[in-house]
């Protein structure tokens, strides 16, 4: 299962109630959904639309009467479609070069600004019968970073740039505490989840050699960040191999141990870039 998934079950076996908020589900969210029929619920969405992050705030409201938790988790690791290399209006390319604008810095970037944004302003002012936000009736976004977001690589760019931004965003907003609004970040490090299954970035895996971090680990990371007091508003979680935690300084942080990628060719990945960039031709 992915990260989101992971999180969303926790949650449901805790005895909260959770939107399940996407394009689609896969099997095992429907099945969570038949586990879980009154406390779950699946809401369509769009997260590079705006109109539709704020019908699934409205949905939520009308469902379950008051939120508490936002997890902007939705995100795309650089695909073909819409990648650096690939740029606007090349045949890999889904992105319009006249649109203005890369879907992956949309879904993986500007949704979690944005959908923060509106959590905000509901919470400031919610619906008739809602009780405000406050330092006695707190709130929480928890966000999904990446080690990407403390590090550099020439194969995806893009993801890299999304993440350093959530990274940055997370960190911005730490004074939000103080009315009662907590906005944490999780950068877990190399995850197997659908998106490295079914990406062509899977092929430069190792998945017996690399230690790989579960969907788990991380969402139990995201559980404690929207639960321990110990993680104050601003705060950045990284979660290597073997579920180890640490929180990452915002300023003169070591970064992440060069030993959770061993199972990555990065360099693979690199050559075929710098390859496609020796043909006549590229990005035209």
């Known amino acids: ?39 779950a619920h ?13 019908a699934t705030f409205d949905a939520a409201y009308s469902h379950f009467g008051d939120v508490h938790l936002v997890c902007p988790g939705a995100g795309v690791y650089e695909p073909p479609w819409s990648s650096f290399w690939h740029p606007p209006g090349t045949a890999a390319s889904k992105d319009d070069a006249e649109g203005g604008k890369y879907a992956s810095l949309d879904i993986n970037l500007i949704h979690p600004i944005r ?20 330092p006695q009736n707190p709130k929480r976004v928890v966000h999904v970073a990446s080690v990407a977001g ?27 505490e103080s009315i ?32 790989w971090v579960t969907a788990e680990e991380v969402a139990r990371g995201m559980v404690a960040l929207a639960t321990e007091e110990e993680w104050k508003g601003g705060s950045v979680m990284e979660i290597s191999r073997m579920g ?12 992440p141990d ?12 690199a050559k075929g870039v710098l390859r496609d960039l020796g043909v006549e031709g590229w990005g035209v």
């Open 115 to 134: 959908m923060t944004q509106m959590a905000l302003a509901r919470w400031l002012a919610p619906p008739a019968g809602v009780e405000k936000v406050s």
């Open 258 to 269: 060069s030993g959770d990628f061993v199972g990555f060719d990065g360099k693979g990945l």
């Open 42 to 54: 699946f809401v369509h969405t769009d997260v590079t639309s705006w109109p539709s992050l704020a």
């Open 180 to 211: 009662g609004v907590r906005v944490n970040g999780v950068a877990p490090g190399l995850v197997w989840t659908p998106l490295w299954a079914e990406g062509d970035k899977g092929t430069y895996a190792d998945r017996e050699r690399q230690e």
């Open 150 to 176: 403390l590090t550099a690589s020439l194969c995806t760019p893009l993801y890299h740039a999304s993440k350093f931004g959530v990274v940055g965003f997370v960190r911005s907003l730490a004074a939000l």
């Open 244 to 255: 180890m935690r640490r929180e990452v300084a915002p300023r003169g942080d070591p970064g």
């Open 1 to 39: 299962p992915g990260i989101n998934l992971s999180f969303a079950t926790l949650l449901l076996a805790s005895s909260c109630n959770v939107i399940l908020a996407d394009l689609s589900l896969r099997p095992e969210a429907h099945s969570l959904l038949s586990t879980y029929p009154t406390t």
